[in-house]
């Protein structure tokens, strides 16, 4: 059995792999939706692009319940500050994902363009909306959240959904959904042909440089907004208590971990040139190479928000002290080594079912696949 200290570093790390897992994965099909009302223009079109995810999407939705799942079994103060805080955040996410299984279901059972239609934006909501806010939480988080706790650890949260909108989140958010419509098209444009795939290569060409160019933005901009740094001694291997040490805010406190340690800045590196990458393969017409290097930006990005935050996973803007942190916030050592065996277990054969799934289903979606079996296909 690891010791304590270790398990909390390794739990941070596993959450970050289940994260980029969420984003490379479900991202794509979000990315899909995203492009589906844009890139088909033809209701056989809108089928082609539907059905290049169609077989997998719910699939992928393990890595969202099971990195949800993480978070609560490891980081139980920060799942429960987090989703008390983000409430309204929350739902807005879940109402968006409503329109995904239905729509997926539902948008091909009555042939009227209208009908099509109406589950087509449905589809767009579920695959546009989250990202979106996954970003702005990010943007959040690296501002510092209005929440505190009281002598029986009760955490209040003291701002509105409103407040969540600012500025530098709204970027944030953008590069979020920026960063997913690429991955989604990476996707695209390798199951699909002809047109589609053009208008997705198009497509997917804007959406890396509004990723790059919003993500250097946001990177400058952080350098301005007041981090976090934790002033106090501490034991990592201590007992979990939030309120056992002292934390102040520093202009530039987020680039400290970068400054110590150099190797991080290929974190954000690879965010860039992850994605440059993304579009010159495809539009060389190597469109798989194409996905793995967005993928790869994917994992960059976040990477680099999880670097400069480290120890950091939720801070408090009201209280600092109240910080949470990697080393204050997590489960037993028990209950941490327990979920740790349980993951050297499972995940692999999530990626081996996973990977078989593709594998068995690969290849093109044509025009004249969907005609062949009008019935069969979504």
């Known amino acids: 059995m690891f010791d304590y200290e270790t398990l909390k570093i390794v739990w941070w790390l596993l959450v970050g792999v289940l ?15 995203t492009l589906l009302p844009f890139v088909g223009r033809s209701d056989v079109e809108r089928r082609v692009v539907i059905n290049t995810v169609g077989p997998h999407w719910d699939g992928n939705q393990v890595w969202f319940i099971t990195g949800g799942g993480a978070i609560f079994a490891a980081w139980p103060l920060v799942y429960a500050t987090a989703f008390s805080g983000f409430y309204w955040a929350m739902l807005a996410v879940l109402w968006a994902l409503f329109f995904r299984p239905v729509g997926f279901d ?11 239609s109406t589950w087509d934006w449905g589809l767009f909501i579920g695959g546009f909306v989250p990202p979106v806010i996954f970003g702005v939480a ?4 690296l ?17 509105t959904f409103w407040q969540l909108l600012n500025p530098f989140a709204l970027l944030a958010g953008v590069v979020s959904s920026a960063m997913i419509t690429l991955q989604g098209a990476t996707y695209l444009a390798h199951r699909t042909e002809g047109v589609v795939q053009r208008r997705t290569i198009t497509a997917g060409t804007g959406a890396a440089l509004v990723m790059v160019v919003g993500f250097i933005a946001a990177g400058v901009w952080l350098q301005s907004i007041d981090g976090y740094r934790i002033s106090s001694v501490i034991d990592p291997a201590a007992l979990p208590n939030p309120m056992g040490k002292t934390v102040v805010r520093e202009a530039g406190a987020w680039m400290a971990n970068h400054a110590a340690q150099p190797l991080l800045w290929l974190l954000p590196a690879l965010g860039v040139l992850g994605a440059l990458a993304a579009v010159a393969l495809m539009r060389s017409g190597r469109t798989l190479s194409a996905f793995v290097a967005s993928s790869l930006a994917t994992a960059g ?3 680099t928000a999880g670097a400069s935050m480290f120890p950091f996973i939720m801070p408090s803007s009201t209280m600092p002290a109240a910080s949470l942190t990697v080393w204050d916030s997590v489960s037993s050592h028990l209950t941490l080594g327990i979920m740790f065996w349980a993951t050297v277990l499972f995940m692999p054969l999530i990626v081996l079912y996973t990977s078989w799934a593709y594998r068995v289903m690969r290849g093109k979606v044509t025009a004249a696949y969907i005609r062949e079996n009008e019935h069969g296909a979504y």
């Open 106 to 116: 539902y948008r091909s059972k009555i042939h009227h363009p209208t009908w099509r």
């Open 138 to 141: 990010f943007g959040n988080l």
């Open 143 to 159: 501002q510092g959240v209005p929440f505190q706790f009281d002598a029986y650890l009760v955490s209040t949260y003291t701002g």
């Open 19 to 33: 994260l980029v897992g969420f984003a490379i994965m479900d991202g794509h099909d979000m990315g899909v939706g």
């Open 301 to 303: 990005v976040i990477g």
